[in-house]
Every structure is written in structure tokens, then in C-alpha cells.
Nanobody, 126 residues
């Protein structure tokens, strides 16, 4: 059974930084695409950023481009989301989601993600 565990959320001031971690386990496949989503109260869920293990390609939403960076450490089975220059609008619950398989994943922003973590709260004060 695939398990995704997020950590690193918390409270930050506007202009500050946080780093989220998504540690995954339980998949029998080495290839993956992993994405960070977020959802704020009253707003639709938004795909923030994603990465693939096969070609290393990444995607970032326009709302976070230039401020958030997604990276992976396959030796630690962990994907990170470095969030810099945080804004109050970044306040949300952040979720890690993944798909695993034998496929050569690319264009990670096009996939429907199957496995989800429980989420971690990020609050940015002005």
C-alpha cells in the first residue's frame, strides 16, 4: 500500500520561507510523478508543482513560479517543495499526491493522481 506523508508546514510571515517534505513508501514501482496541491477554504484545489522521476521534468503553476521550487531525493524517497517569498495568498492545506508505475512519466501536470497524503497546513501572516 502506497503511503505519502507530508511534513514541514507551519506558520510563516509574508516574505518568509518554508520547506515541505513528502516521504513516500509502499510502491513496487520505481517510476513516479509526484505533485503538490493546495486548497484554501472556499477555493478550488490547485495544482502547485510536480516532478517526475523518469525525466526529472517539473511544472509550477503561474501563481508560484519563481518562488516555489520542487526537488526530489530518490535515495530518501522524498520530494521537497521549497517555498520562498511567501504571500498570505499561499495560506492553504498542502497535499502531496503521486502515481507510480512502469511508465516513462513526463508532463506531470497532465496526470490524474491516485495516491494522496493527509495534508499539512501552511499559514502565512501579513
Amino acid at each position: 500500500e502506497v503511503r505519502l506523508v507530508e511534513s514541514g508546514g507551519g506558520l510563516a510571515q509574508a516574505g518568509g520561507s518554508l520547506r515541505l517534505s513528502c516521504t513516500f513508501s509502499g510502491s513496487t514501482f520505481r517510476n513516479y510523478a509526484i505533485a503538490w496541491f493546495r486548497q484554501a477554504p472556499g477555493r478550488e484545489r490547485e495544482r502547485v508543482s510536480c516532478i517526475t522521476s523518469t525525466d526529472g521534468g517539473t511544472y509550477s503553476a503561474d501563481s508560484v513560479k519563481g518562488r516555489f521550487t520542487i526537488t526530489s531525493d530518490n535515495a530518501k524517497n522524498t520530494v521537497y517543495l521549497q517555498m520562498d517569498n511567501l504571500k498570505p495568498d499561499d495560506t492553504a492545506v498542502y497535499y502531496c499526491a503521486a502515481i507510480f508505475g512502469n511508465y516513462y512519466y513526463t508532463n506531470c501536470h497532465e496526470y490524474r493522481y491516485e495516491d494522496w497524503g493527509q495534508g499539512t497546513q501552511v499559514t502565512v501572516s501579513s
